[in-house]
């Protein structure tokens, strides 16, 4: 029967957090772990998924029969089908075999490779002829509707576009984007895994969202022709939101405003090799993550608080989501495996916990295997 396999990875972003759904800028690179999915034809109407690692099974009668599954993995995977569904006919059913290298929960975005590598792979294997940005949003459908997270674009951006050894800069109100070299001279990422994924991530994400739109409601009531917090000044906000009577809705746009402008300059500065400069906008948008966006936790806190002194670190933040899953660092290759040590030694101590850290090689996008 014919068949495709195709490798989806797991995403960083170097910068521009929380911005995509303000039709912001973000920075993302897709990494070595992903998903990788083989897809092969069947004689008749079933689906049958299979998620290798787990060794578990799901087998769906009928293309009509298409619901939210009890078993969380398969929704990532149910979800992609759907949108399909909507927009072509699947002249057979099909069988899905799901293995992922990428870690659950570290903010590395997992789910968002499965869906694309269901997504790429599908399009692929019946010839649909969707094109890649298409594929994109319809993985982002996924999500909202079979995971629950009103999630903006860059995961299944990044997992779709990236490209091996590049970061690639999006902007998320026209979906323009541009790609350049990581150059880091000495200098690698470093991801660590607090090990932590706090239940509220997914509630609260979707929180922040309403807390935006809040924020934009209010500056339209002065400003009606600012559509998203992207064409937003500090000063726009200062005139219509109060920081006394609406401190959250306040903290969070402040937040929102700062990093799009931040982000820019940041690209700017990794441009032109001042690795410097953007290691120290790293920092702030740590800072801006904890106190204004409240996303982080302890475990973040504590990771970052470890590394923001030492002279082989040159910029370090949370990254994803937030409240659990990784820091991203850029630290001293030279003397990177002491460091490393020395901080789960200390974050073992401060929280009972073994870190656990990855070495970020950055890779290509979707592709088919084999
Ligand atoms: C999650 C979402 C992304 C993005 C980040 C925060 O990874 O899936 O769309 O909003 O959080 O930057």
Avoid at 173 to 180: A, P, V
């Amino acid at each position: 029967m014919q068949s495709v396999k195709v490798k989806a990875p797991g995403r960083i972003n170097l910068i521009g957090e929380h911005t995509d759904y303000n039709d912001g800028f973000v920075l993302p690179a897709a990494i070595q772990m992903g998903a990788t999915a083989t897809i092969t034809k069947r004689a008749d109407d079933e689906i049958h998924l299979t998620a290798t690692d787990l060794n578990d099974t799901l087998i769906i009668d009928s293309l009509a029969n298409l619901r939210i599954s009890e078993k969380q993995w398969a929704n990532y995977i149910i979800g992609v089908i759907v949108q399909f569904v909507k927009k072509r006919k699947f002249p057979t059913g099909f069988d899905i075999q799901l293995t992922s290298d990428v870690p659950m929960g570290a903010g590395l975005s997992s789910s968002a490779a499965i869906e694309c590598s269901i997504a790429f792979g599908l399009n692929e294997l019946f010839e649909f002829g969707i094109d890649k940005m298409e594929l994109t949003f319809m993985a982002q459908k996924a999500e909202h509707d079979f995971a629950g997270v009103q999630c903006g674009i860059m995961d299944q951006f990044a997992s779709m576009f990236g490209k091996k050894d590049e970061v690639v800069l999006l902007d998320c109100q026209t979906m323009q984007y541009q790609y350049f070299p990581l150059q880091l001279k000495g200098y690698q990422i470093i991801l660590f895994d607090t090990g932590v994924k706090h239940a509220l991530a997914s509630s609260e994400y979707n929180t922040r969202r309403k807390e935006c739109e809040q924020g934009i409601q209010f500056i339209q009531s002065k400003f009606p022709q600012v559509q998203s917090l992207r064409t937003a000044s500090l000063q726009m906000l200062n005139e219509t939101v109060d920081p006394i009577e609406f401190p959250l809705v306040y903290n969070r746009c402040k937040y929102v405003i700062e990093e799009i402008s931040r982000t820019q300059a940041a690209t700017e500065d990794l441009k032109q090799n001042n690795l410097t400069a953007f290691g120290e906008k790293m920092f702030a948008t740590h800072d801006g993550l904890s106190k204004l966006y409240q996303v982080s936790c302890s475990e973040l806190d504590i990771l970052i608080n470890l590394v923001s002194a030492n002279e082989n670190v040159i910029g370090a933040r949370m990254m994803g989501g937030g409240f659990g899953g990784c820091t991203i660092n850029i630290i001293k290759e030279q003397n990177a495996p002491e460091l490393i040590e020395w901080i789960a030694a200390e974050y073992l101590t401060k929280t009972g916990k073994s870190l656990i850290h990855y070495i970020v090689g950055v890779a290509e996008g979707v592709h088919i295997i084999e």
